[in-house]
C-alpha cells in the first residue's frame, strides 16, 4: 500500500520562517571577500549552497545579523528569480547568513529538512509557486503565498523512506547525466580520428601540393579604415566576420551588414558559395568551413581568409576538410605570432602543402567522411535527447513521491491524519513563544 498523505499548509509544519535583510540592516558597500558568507539566490544551486568568497560580511556585522543566521537543518529557499532553488543548510554551514533574497525555513520535529527541500523542489510546488508569484521583470516570492503552500503529510519513516527512495533514483539519473555529457567531446576526439584516418589512407605516390596550386582566387578581407565598426548597418550586403566561422561549420546566427555604397567600394573582397573560409587565429583549434549560399551579396572581413578553389584540381569540401584536421593545427601552432591571440598569414596559409589525389578519390574521401559525421551528429543528438528526457524523468520522480505513489506505507504508521490533529491540540495546548529580534514565525 503507498503512502497516503494528508495535504497541510505549509505553515502547519515550520517551527519558524525568517526572510533576509532588508533596507539599512545591510548595505552592499558592507560586503568583504572571505568574511561570513551571505546566501543569496545565486549561490542556492542544484539543491546545494555554494557560497562566493566576495559576498561576506565581517565577524561583527555577523554578530549584528545574528538573528538571520542558519542553523544545520534549515532550509534556505530562494525568493527571487527561480522558483524553487533550495537547499538543505549543512552542519558545515552552520552560522552562515540568509542574504536579502533568500528566505530560510525551519521545519518541525514531524518533518525532515530533506524532505521539505525535494517537497519544495518538485514540479506541484514551482508551478504554485510561479503562479503566486509577484514582480514584472523578476519573480518575487510572498513569505504568505510560501506559508499557504500545501504540502503532502505524512509519517516521519515514510517520508524517511520517500526521501531514500528519491536519493537512490536521481543518484541513478546524476551518474546518467554525467555519461551523456561526456558524448560531445567523446564526439569531438572522434571526429578528428575520422579526419585523421581519412587522411592517412591516401597512397604516397599522390601528388603533393600548396594551397596556392589549387585556388583560383586567395585573399583577405579589407583592414583598419577600409572597413570599421561605424560602417556596419542594420541591412544591405553581408560581412562575414571571424564570429561566422566555426570548426567546419558556418555560423548563421552572427549577422552583420554594411550599406550598398560601402559594398561598392569592397566589392573587390565579395564571396561567392563554396568559398573555404579560414580562420587566422588558430589559438586552440583550426577554424575552416564553407561558405553556405546566401541571400544577396557578401564579403569577409580583415582575418578571415578566403580560398577559392579551382574545382578542376579540388573539391572544396576535401579541401575543408584537410584544413579542419589537427595535423593541420600543429603544422601552424608552430609557425603562429602573437603574444595573445596567435594567427597564420596569409602566406603561411597559401604555402601549406598537403597531399592531392584524383579528384574521384576525393568525392569518395569526402564521402566517407560524410557519413561518418552524420553518425556521430545522430548520437550526440541523441544523448542531448536523452539529456532533457533525465530532466523530465527527476521531475516525475518528485511528483510521483509527492502524491504518496512512490513508497509504500508502513503498516505500524500512525495515519497522517491522526498524527496532523494531535500534532494541531498540542500546538493549541502550548502557550506561544515571543518572537524574537526580526523573527517571524509561522502561524500553527
Known amino acids: ?37 551571505l546566501v543569496n539566490p545565486m549561490h542556492i544551486n542544484g539543491g546545494q549552497v555554494t557560497p562566493t568568497a566576495e559576498m561576506a560580511v565581517s565577524e561583527g556585522k555577523a554578530c549584528e545579523l545574528a538573528d538571520f543566521a542558519l542553523s544545520a537543518g534549515d532550509v534556505v529557499i530562494a525568493r527571487r528569480g527561480e522558483m524553487g532553488r533550495c537547499a538543505v543548510v549543512q552542519s558545515s554551514q552552520s552560522g552562515w547568513l540568509i542574504g536579502t533574497g533568500s528566505m530560510a525555513l525551519t521545519p518541525s520535529e514531524h518533518v525532515l529538512p530533506e524532505y521539505l527541500q525535494r517537497f519544495l523542489s518538485s514540479p506541484e510546488s514551482i508551478a504554485a509557486l510561479e503562479a ?26 515514510t517520508q524517511r523512506n520517500a526521501v531514500a527512495k528519491l536519493d537512490a533514483l536521481t543518484a541513478r539519473t546524476a551518474r546518467a547525466r554525467i555519461d551523456l555529457d561526456r558524448v560531445p567531446v567523446l564526439a569531438e576526439h572522434y571526429s578528428r580520428a575520422v579526419l585523421a584516418a581519412a587522411f592517412s589512407s591516401i597512397p604516397e605516390a599522390t601528388e603533393d601540393v600548396a594551397v596556392e596550386q589549387v585556388a583560383l582566387h586567395i585573399f583577405d578581407g579589407p583592414f583598419g579604415s577600409h572597413l570599421k565598426s561605424a560602417d556596419y548597418t542594420d541591412a544591405g550586403p553581408r560581412v562575414i ?41 588558430v589559438d586552440e583549434e583550426v577554424r575552416v568551413c564553407l561558405l553556405p549560399l546566401l ?40 609557425q603562429v605570432h ?53 530532466d523530465r524523468l527527476d521531475q516525475a520522480i518528485l511528483a510521483k513521491a509527492f502524491r504518496g ?23 493549541a495546548a502550548t502557550p506561544a513563544k515571543p518572537a524574537r529580534g526580526r523573527r517571524a514565525k509561522a502561524a500553527a
Open 405 to 427: 505513489e512512490l513508497v509504500p506505507q508502513d503498516p505500524n504508521d500512525e495515519p497522517a491524519g491522526v498524527l496532523l490533529d494531535r500534532i494541531r491540540a498540542e500546538r
Open 1 to 37: 500500500m503507498t503512502a497516503r498523505p494528508c495535504f497541510v499548509p505549509l505553515a502547519d509544519v515550520l517551527a519558524q520562517v525568517r526572510t533576509g535583510p532588508f533596507g539599512s540592516v545591510l548595505h552592499k558597500h558592507e560586503y568583504i571577500r572571505g568574511g561570513v558568507p
Open 241 to 281: 566576420r571571424l564570429e561566422n566561422i566555426g570548426h567546419l561549420k558556418f555560423n548563421e546566427d552572427k549577422r552583420t551588414f554594411i550599406s550598398e555604397d560601402k559594398y561598392t567600394s569592397l566589392a573587390r573582397h565579395t564571396l561567392k558559395a563554396d568559398d573555404v573560409l579560414f580562420s587566422s587565429f
Open 295 to 334: 541571400e544577396g551579396v557578401a564579403i569577409n572581413k580583415a582575418d578571415c581568409f578566403c580560398v577559392r578553389v579551382d574545382t578542376s584540381k579540388c573539391d572544396p569540401r576535401f579541401l575543408a576538410y584537410r584544413l579542419a584536421c589537427h595535423s593541420t593545427y600543429e603544422t601552424f601552432s608552430a
Open 338 to 390: 602573437g603574444a595573445t591571440r596567435p594567427r597564420v598569414n596569409l602566406g603561411q596559409l597559401r604555402a601549406f602543402r598537403f597531399t592531392l589525389p584524383s579528384i574521384s578519390m576525393q568525392a569518395e574521401i569526402v564521402r566517407r567522411i560524410d557519413v561518418a559525421f552524420a553518425e556521430i551528429d545522430r548520437l550526440v543528438a541523441e544523448a542531448a535527447a536523452a539529456r532533457r528526457l533525465l
Open 132 to 157: 503566486n508569484a509577484v514582480g514584472s521583470t523578476m519573480a518575487n516570492l510572498n513569505q504568505g503565498v510560501l506559508l499557504n503552500l500545501q504540502i503532502p503529510f505524512v509519517s516521519l519513516s
